[in-house]
């Protein structure tokens, strides 16, 4: 029995040293290519429009006077995307004014959380007046962000004591652009 364990353990010892000369190999390769183009994006988030209703409000002691919208979503809620190193610009252009009277330039935005403009005196901080002749600048050559990023902006209206009435069915249109540099 000795030797019969014996055998078998040096048939496989013996097996196994062989075993490799005899077998092939082969291999080949493949190259892969990843092609991510520039890309850019924007998302306006909110649900319906923004309303600035002023049938409740106190009128300013001295005009002009700055309201922020009463509805339930009260900024433009925006988020970007951008994965060109080189970075984005962001701008917007309104359709039209609310009335002739009432132009969209009494219409500011602002990074979201700015406090209002007190009244009596230009818009302050950093509110931009909107404009239905020319494309305004929200953000200007602004880095690559991380993954799709808020910008919301903030809205206030500018009450002037010679504004009329206005048509409650009148509404401007923001529509924002987003370009990569």
């Given at each position: 029995?000795?030797?019969?364990?014996?055998?078998?353990?040096?048939?496989?010892?013996?097996?196994?040293?062989?075993?490799?000369?005899?077998?092939?190999?082969?291999?080949?390769?493949?190259?892969?290519?990843?092609?991510?183009?520039?890309?850019?994006?924007?998302?306006?988030?909110?649900?319906?429009?923004?309303?600035?209703?002023?049938?409740?409000?106190?009128?300013?002691?001295?005009?002009?006077?700055?309201?922020?919208?009463?509805?339930?979503?009260?900024?433009?809620l925006l988020d970007v995307f951008c994965n060109d190193n080189d970075g984005f610009?962001?701008?917007?252009?309104?359709?039209?004014?609310?009335?002739?009277?009432?132009?969209?330039?009494?219409?500011?935005?602002?990074?979201?959380?700015?406090?209002?403009?007190?009244?009596?005196?230009?818009?302050?901080?950093?509110?931009?007046?909107?404009?239905?002749?020319?494309?305004?600048?929200?953000?200007?050559?602004?880095?690559?962000?991380?993954?799709?990023?808020?910008?919301?902006?903030?809205?206030?209206?500018?009450?002037?004591?010679?504004?009329p009435a206005v048509d409650p069915a009148v509404t401007v249109t923001l529509t924002?652009?987003?370009?990569?540099?």
């Amino acid at each position: 029995m000795k030797r019969f364990t014996l055998t078998a353990v040096m048939l496989v010892v013996l097996t196994a040293m062989a075993l490799p000369m005899f077998a092939a190999t082969d291999d080949a390769t493949v190259d892969v290519q990843i092609l991510i183009p520039s890309r850019v994006g924007i998302r306006i988030n909110n649900a319906g429009a923004i309303v600035f209703d002023l049938t409740s409000v106190t009128l300013p002691t001295t005009f002009p006077g700055y309201y922020g919208a009463t509805s339930a979503e009260t900024e433009v809620l925006l988020d970007v995307f951008c994965n060109d190193n080189d970075g984005f610009n962001l701008d917007v252009d309104a359709s039209g004014d609310f009335d002739a009277d009432v132009p969209v330039s009494q219409l500011f935005f602002a990074p979201s959380g700015e406090a209002l403009s007190a009244e009596g005196g230009a818009a302050g901080g950093n509110w931009t007046a909107f404009s239905s002749t020319a494309t305004v600048s929200v953000l200007a050559a602004e880095p690559r962000p991380t993954g799709w990023t808020d910008y919301n902006q903030a809205l206030e209206f500018m009450l002037e004591d010679t504004d009329p009435a206005v048509d409650p069915a009148v509404t401007v249109t923001l529509t924002y652009t987003i370009t990569n540099i």
